[in-house]
């Protein structure tokens, strides 16, 4: 019985494999011998996170203690802003829920009399959902 096919996707699976690596290997060789004379990783070098993490090293060995320090200090500023901006996304993101929760609690109101099943509804609280009938009540926004 001949089996055409699989083992010609086997050599190429394993040529594939085997060039990958020398890429990788290339790209080492690349930086290692340039190392001293790179201000800035080339584009087929960022591939490689190990290698963007070694040039990132690199450069610190060149720099004074204090001009180490001000590296530092400007990467947690940098990494502190990161998490304030993550952190504003997902309140944002939170508000923007709960307003289209009270939004669909607001519709419901001239059509379902039970505050209780509007709340269990919108995820709202059955005090929320009873402010909501008094404000619409009072005609106030």
Same mark, same amino acid.
């Given at each position: 019985?001949?089996?055409?096919?699989?083992?010609?996707?086997?050599?190429?699976?394993?040529?594939?494999?085997?060039?990958?690596? *020398?890429a990788g290997a290339l790209r080492w060789f690349y930086f290692?011998?340039?190392?001293g004379d790179l201000t800035a990783i080339h584009g087929s070098? @960022?591939?490689?996170?190990?290698?963007?993490?070694?040039? %990132?090293?690199?450069?610190?060995?060149?720099?004074?203690? %204090? %001009?180490?320090?001000?590296?530092?200090?400007?990467?947690?500023?940098?990494?502190?802003?990161?998490?304030?901006?993550?952190?504003?996304?997902?309140?944002?993101?939170? @508000?923007?829920?709960?307003?289209?929760?009270?939004?669909?609690?607001?519709?419901?109101?001239?059509?379902?009399?039970?505050?209780?099943?509007?709340? *269990?509804?919108?995820?709202?609280?059955?005090?929320?959902?009873? *402010?909501?009938?008094?404000?619409?009540?009072?005609?106030?926004?």
């Amino acid at each position: 019985m001949r089996r055409t096919g699989q083992g010609l996707h086997h050599r190429n699976a394993g040529a594939e494999r085997r060039r990958v690596r *020398e890429a990788g290997a290339l790209r080492w060789f690349y930086f290692l011998k340039s190392a001293g004379d790179l201000t800035a990783i080339h584009g087929s070098l @960022q591939v490689e996170p190990a290698i963007v993490h070694a040039f %990132e090293i690199a450069n610190k060995c060149g720099l004074s203690p %204090e %001009e180490l320090d001000a590296q530092e200090r400007r990467e947690i500023f940098i990494q502190d802003q990161r998490g304030a901006i993550a952190l504003a996304d997902q309140r944002g993101k939170q @508000q923007g829920m709960q307003q289209e929760r009270l939004r669909i609690a607001e519709s419901l109101l001239d059509i379902i009399d039970d505050d209780t099943l509007i709340a *269990e509804r919108t995820g709202l609280s059955q005090e929320a959902i009873e *402010e909501l009938r008094r404000r619409a009540a009072e005609g106030s926004p």
